[in-house]
């Protein structure tokens, strides 16, 4: 079993910046795919970036490239979004995941999934 907690969400102005953080617990971290989704109120999850299990592949959604980079330290156990640029319309929580299969963007592909942290980014 893998738990995922994160941490590094809050308030930010519009063009600001913050980093998640994802601390799992369970075995051979760097076996599984990591990924950071997203859910605003009302609509539905959505994939924001995800990163493979050495750490030699990334994907990002269209809207944050170029502003957002995930990473991992398969050593510490952790994964981290770094968001740039920050915009009102990514005020959302956050929701870091793992799975043992590909690096895709379904939710349904993803086995275990963090609690979520809130960012709101104000204008």
């Known amino acids: 079993q893998v738990e995922l907690v994160e941490s590094g969400g809050g308030l930010v102005q519009a063009g600001g910046s913050l980093r998640l953080s994802c601390a799992s617990s369970?075995?051979?971290?760097?076996?599984?795919?990591m990924a950071w989704f997203r859910q605003a109120p009302g609509k539905e999850r959505e994939f924001v970036a995800g990163?493979?299990?050495?750490?030699?592949?990334?994907s990002y959604a269209d809207s944050v490239k170029g502003r957002f980079t995930i990473s991992r330290d398969n050593a510490k156990d952790t994964a981290s979004l770094q968001m740039n640029s920050l915009k009102p319309e990514e005020t959302a929580v956050y929701y870091c995941?793992?799975?043992?299969?590909?690096?895709?963007?379904?939710?349904?592909?993803?086995?275990?999934w963090g609690q979520g942290s809130q960012v709101t980014v104000s204008s």
């Open positions: 995941a793992s799975t043992c299969g590909r690096l895709v963007g379904q939710v349904e592909r993803f086995d275990f």
């Open positions: 369970g075995p051979i971290f760097s076996a599984y795919v």
């Open positions: 990163i493979s299990g050495s750490g030699s592949s990334t």
